[in-house]
């Protein structure tokens, strides 16, 4: 192709997309339309390192300015699309401007969801961290001795909570449903976590919901919570999910379902029209998923960049994620949804253990905590579809290396 290429979105995606195009040879002009002032930096250390003063923006960058210009890559900041218009391949920016397109791709990632302004989720000292701004804001918060309220038991809440302990906070998480991470992880991976985070000071309270904030001032003071109890509080960090960014896709009559759906080669009910990243739901082992993770808005730019630039190969990960809360690393490969049995396997160093998960039988994923090896080791049994021997695995004075054997 030669027509102009239009990405909508300027986060992981979005550059891995056009920075891929472009080592491929691939010469077409490209549009990059990136709602955030800043150009495309990383996301993860925002509510880790950034957030603790540890790394400023510009070491986010992916790359520095002159990059775009020298690959011929017209980037607009502080820019969105407000309309597409598919029979015209068209679309209409927040300056006016028309632009069009031979190729679309949205990379339009997910949104923090927030509490509801009719339970005080509008109130001054609320937090989620989406961009750097919110953690330029939140860090001039998270001063020794505050009290901070965590909702939502997740991955990015817990993150949230072990940076606040380390500043000194006193921080006190709530989850809704029966365990932490409930969506996301084992009830054996969830135990470990909770014990981590109890170890540091954390008190974590499941099965709770929030009944409402209380303002004084107009900024929050303190919390009502499910079971009528209330709580003084500096400030409250939500972490309570995601929504992707589907809505112009869907207003444009693309198919949708929390997310743009697309076939195994990005493509949406639109051929002309890609999706990739967080807002993109693509068919995996026989589900339809949506993966939202920095490994996978790498892995699907680039393939469906290859695509792009001539390919056909579809798109087919082996999910890995990871997160960091106080000195633990907890890495996960493969994908645990729909597990019906697991193994706990104590690790060679102190601290250090990893849960394995089966379904039917087969491993499907491996969650590590401080356990490099177990990581490994997983990722490399699952990218060649195998499953160890079960009595070996369940032997902690078993070499893993031997499984791969």
């Given at each position: 192709m030669t027509g102009r290429l239009v990405v909508v979105g300027g986060g992981q995606a979005a550059f891995a997309l056009v920075a891929k195009l472009r080592a491929l040879g691939d010469r077409r002009p490209i549009t990059v339309i990136a709602a955030e002032e800043s150009l495309p930096y990383q996301r993860p250390p925002l509510s880790k390192k950034y957030l603790l003063k540890e790394m400023t923006l510009d070491r986010l960058l992916y790359r520095p300015e002159n990059w775009y210009a020298e690959h011929e890559i017209d980037i607009r900041l502080a820019m969105t699309v407000t309309r597409l218009d598919r029979a015209a391949k068209q679309v209409t920016l927040s300056d006016?401007?028309?632009?069009?397109?031979?190729?679309?791709?949205?990379?339009?990632?997910?949104?923090?969801?927030?509490?509801p302004a009719s339970i005080g989720g509008d109130l001054a000292g609320v937090y989620v961290v989406r961009d750097f701004k919110d953690a330029d804001q939140l860090a001039e918060e998270m001063r020794p001795g505050r009290r901070v309220l965590v909702v939502g038991g997740g991955y990015i809440g817990l993150e949230a909570a072990a940076v606040a302990r380390t500043c000194g906070l006193e921080v006190i998480v709530i989850e809704m449903a029966d365990r932490i991470l409930q969506r996301v992880a084992s009830a054996a991976t969830s135990a470990i976590v909770r014990e981590i985070h109890r170890s540091h000071g954390v008190d974590i309270r499941e099965r709770m919901g929030l009944h409402r904030l209380i303002g004084d001032g107009g900024r929050v003071s303190g919390a009502e919570l499910a079971d009528g109890s209330i709580i003084p509080v500096d400030l409250v960090i939500v972490g309570i999910g995601v929504t992707a960014n589907d809505v112009l896709a869907h207003d444009a009559g693309l198919d949708t379902a929390n997310g743009i759906v697309v076939d195994s080669h990005g493509r949406t009910s639109d051929p002309a029209i890609f999706a990739i990243g967080d807002c993109a739901v693509f068919p995996w082992h026989d589900m339809r998923v949506r993966l939202e993770s920095v490994q996978n808005a790498v892995d699907q730019a680039e393939a469906i960049a290859a695509i792009l630039a001539g390919g056909s190969e579809p798109y087919d990960p082996?999910?890995?994620?990871?997160?960091?809360?106080?000195?633990?690393k907890l890495q996960i490969a493969g994908f645990g949804l729909g597990h019906d049995e697991t193994l706990v396997r104590p690790g060679q160093r102190e601290g250090?253990?990893?849960?394995?998960?089966?379904?039917?039988?087969?491993?499907?994923?491996?969650?590590?905590?401080?356990?490099?090896?177990?990581?490994?080791?997983?990722?490399?049994?699952?990218?060649?579809?195998?499953?160890?021997?079960?009595a070996l695995l369940a032997d902690p004075q078993i070499d893993l290396k031997t499984l791969l054997a």
């Open positions: 006016g401007s028309k632009l069009d397109y031979e190729t679309l791709a949205f990379a339009t990632g997910a949104t923090p969801r927030r509490l082996n999910p890995w994620f990871w997160s960091d809360q106080y000195d633990v250090s253990v990893s849960v394995w998960y089966f379904r039917q039988g087969k491993l499907i994923a491996v969650d590590a905590v401080n356990d490099a090896k177990a990581y490994v080791t997983g990722k490399k049994l699952l990218e060649a579809g195998a499953t160890p021997n079960r």
